[in-house]
C-alpha cells in the first residue's frame, strides 16, 4: 500500500508487531516482522 503512514498501517494490522527501523530518512520508512508474527494472525 504505497504512501501508506505507520499509524495507519498499525490501525489496519493491530495484532502484528510492526517494529520500526532507524534509516537516514526517518524512523517510520522501514518495518521488520517475522516470519511468525504473521502465523498469529
Request: negative net charge; contains cysteine.
Amino acid at each position: 500500500m504505497p504512501g501508506l503512514c505507520p499509524d495507519a498501517l498499525e490501525a489496519a494490522f493491530p495484532d502484528l508487531p510492526f517494529t520500526w527501523l532507524g534509516t537516514s530518512a526517518g524512523d517510520a520508512f522501514v518495518l521488520m516482522l517475522r516470519k511468525e508474527d504473521f502465523e498469529r494472525v
